[in-house]
């Protein structure tokens, strides 16, 4: 039967890769830093999964420590693009988590190197999880209020599955009701792979519905400001040639003005000559007419 558990182990890890996977491919083409952030991460989580499902494979030591590390590592990554999405995480987010993981896994080596108990161990983990994993519920609700996606509903409930199986696991463990090793058959066991299936599945579709939500708006933007910029340019056009045929009617008028003012010179130098000549014309007359 641990066999069973085991390969359910591994079950968990492909359904991470696959998810994981599909969504860095279907989403590569936007070439975005948070897409490559969650896809990445996610693989790191999937094969601190495999490590966890290959104990009594590979030394137990690599599992504690090895496991654990890319486990935490994974998460930790997934967290900090999630948080990405409604803007970048702040200082205190970034150490409150960061000092947490490694709080925990220094509890954690210190258990296994000191012999600890294996229930008291996997008590640690799940608590550290049930705690840590209730971030995505934060996320989402950050995510809904700054951009109103759908998806960040489906990321809020996902922290709430995680959190609540990881809690019960922890709860079954720590009173004795349930599996006590990793790979013993129970009903907590059937609680928390059901539950783990639905939140990695819910917080991935949630994710993917985020960013394709992002990515629509920002399109849809730059077609708004396409279309603003073509507006624009034709309002200059028609500007332009509305200054043209005012710069014509300009052009025309002072022709016209030119053309009157050499007129009026015209005018004005016949008249001149014209009392140039009947001067002396006058004074022949007048002349004449006395003799």
């Given at each position: 039967?641990?066999?069973?558990?085991?390969?359910?182990?591994?079950?968990?890890?492909?359904?991470?890769?696959?998810?994981?996977?599909?969504?860095?491919?279907?989403?590569?083409?936007?070439?975005?830093?948070?897409?490559?952030?969650?896809?990445?991460?996610?693989?790191?989580?999937?094969?601190?999964?495999?490590?966890?499902?290959?104990?009594?494979?590979?030394?137990?030591?690599?599992?504690?420590?090895?496991?654990?590390?890319?486990?935490?590592?994974?998460?930790?990554?997934?967290?900090?693009?999630?948080?990405?999405?409604?803007?970048?995480?702040?200082?205190?987010?970034?150490?409150?988590?960061?000092?947490?993981?490694?709080?925990?896994?220094?509890?954690?080596?210190?258990?296994?190197?000191?012999?600890?108990?294996?229930?008291?161990?996997?008590?640690?983990?799940?608590?550290?999880?049930?705690?840590?994993?209730?971030?995505?519920?934060?996320?989402?609700?950050?995510?809904?209020?700054?951009?109103?996606?759908?998806?960040?509903?489906?990321?809020?409930?996902?922290?709430?599955?995680?959190?609540?199986?990881?809690?019960?696991?922890?709860?079954?463990?720590?009173?004795?009701?349930?599996?006590?090793?990793?790979?013993?058959?129970?009903?907590?066991?059937?609680?928390?792979?059901?539950?783990?299936?639905?939140?990695?599945?819910?917080?991935?579709?949630?994710?993917?519905?985020?960013?394709?939500?992002?990515?629509?708006?920002?399109?849809?933007?730059?077609?708004?400001?396409?279309?603003?910029?073509?507006?624009?340019?034709?309002?200059?056009?028609?500007?332009?040639?509305?200054?043209?045929?005012?710069?014509r009617g300009r052009e025309d008028v002072l022709r016209q003005l030119t053309l009157s003012n050499k007129s009026a010179g015209m005018g004005a130098l016949v008249s001149s000559i014209a009392h140039e000549v009947n001067q002396p014309l006058a004074t022949i007359v007048l002349k004449s007419e006395l003799?």
């Amino acid at each position: 039967m641990g066999l069973d558990i085991r390969t359910i182990y591994m079950m968990n890890a492909v359904v991470y890769l696959m998810l994981h996977g599909i969504i860095w491919v279907s989403l590569a083409r936007y070439k975005n830093r948070v897409v490559t952030l969650w896809s990445v991460w996610g693989m790191v989580s999937a094969a601190g999964v495999v490590l966890l499902g290959s104990e009594g494979l590979v030394p137990d030591w690599v599992v504690a420590v090895f496991g654990q590390v890319l486990m935490a590592a994974g998460n930790f990554g997934r967290q900090y693009a999630m948080r990405s999405i409604a803007g970048n995480p702040s200082v205190r987010w970034l150490w409150r988590q960061g000092l947490s993981n490694l709080a925990y896994l220094a509890l954690n080596g210190t258990l296994f190197f000191s012999g600890a108990d294996r229930a008291q161990m996997m008590v640690v983990f799940f608590a550290f999880y049930a705690i840590n994993c209730i971030d995505y519920f934060f996320a989402g609700r950050a995510i809904a209020r700054r951009r109103g996606s759908p998806g960040a509903r489906s990321v809020q409930w996902s922290g709430l599955v995680f959190s609540g199986t990881l809690s019960v696991k922890c709860l079954s463990v720590g009173l004795g009701w349930g599996a006590q090793d990793l790979y013993d058959p129970s009903w907590d066991q059937v609680v928390l792979f059901t539950g783990q299936f639905l939140a990695i599945s819910l917080v991935n579709f949630g994710f993917m519905q985020i960013l394709m939500d992002r990515f629509h708006q920002e399109r849809t933007q730059t077609e708004e400001a396409l279309r603003e910029q073509s507006a624009r340019a034709q309002q200059a056009e028609q500007s332009a040639q509305s200054l043209s045929q005012v710069l014509r009617g300009r052009e025309d008028v002072l022709r016209q003005l030119t053309l009157s003012n050499k007129s009026a010179g015209m005018g004005a130098l016949v008249s001149s000559i014209a009392h140039e000549v009947n001067q002396p014309l006058a004074t022949i007359v007048l002349k004449s007419e006395l003799i």
